[in-house]
């Protein structure tokens, strides 16, 4: 779940799929969207804006316009569940972190976001 910077809406994610819009002036829910082909893990804004990111079980990561209910774009490159996001400050570039064991930094460009991504792997056991 998280909430616009100018507090005009939440979003929230869930088990089901889908990504729910929500006005924070009336609390009434203003799109409901199948976002996904498993679990929706985690959801985010980017700040000043109401564009924001999802991640989920299918080990997509995706990027959403919160106005027109629509995705903008979707990146492939986990190689498992993608479990958590964090969007930048600047929102210049947002971090996933995959059950596959990898963190990976995704810049934005010239282009909406840039296909190819950073990818950080992490020591560790299952």
Not at 116 to 122: I, P, T
Request: aromatic share 10%.
């Amino acid at each position: 779940m998280d909430i616009s910077t100018d507090s005009k809406l939440i979003i929230t994610c869930s088990a089901d799929k889908n990504v729910k819009i929500w006005g924070l002036d009336f609390g009434d829910c203003h799109k409901s969207i199948f976002a996904h082909e498993e679990s929706i893990m985690q959801i985010a804004f980017e700040k000043n804006s109401h564009y924001f990111w999802t991640v989920g079980k299918d080990r997509m990561v995706k990027y959403w316009d919160g106005d027109k209910f629509e995705a903008i774009q979707k990146m492939e490159g986990h190689h498992g569940e993608v479990w958590a996001l964090a969007v930048s400050h600047n929102g210049n570039f947002v971090v996933s972190g995959s059950h596959d064991k990898s963190i990976r930094v995704w810049e934005k460009t010239d282009e909406p976001v840039s296909a190819s991504s950073q990818s950080v792997g992490l020591a560790g056991s299952d």
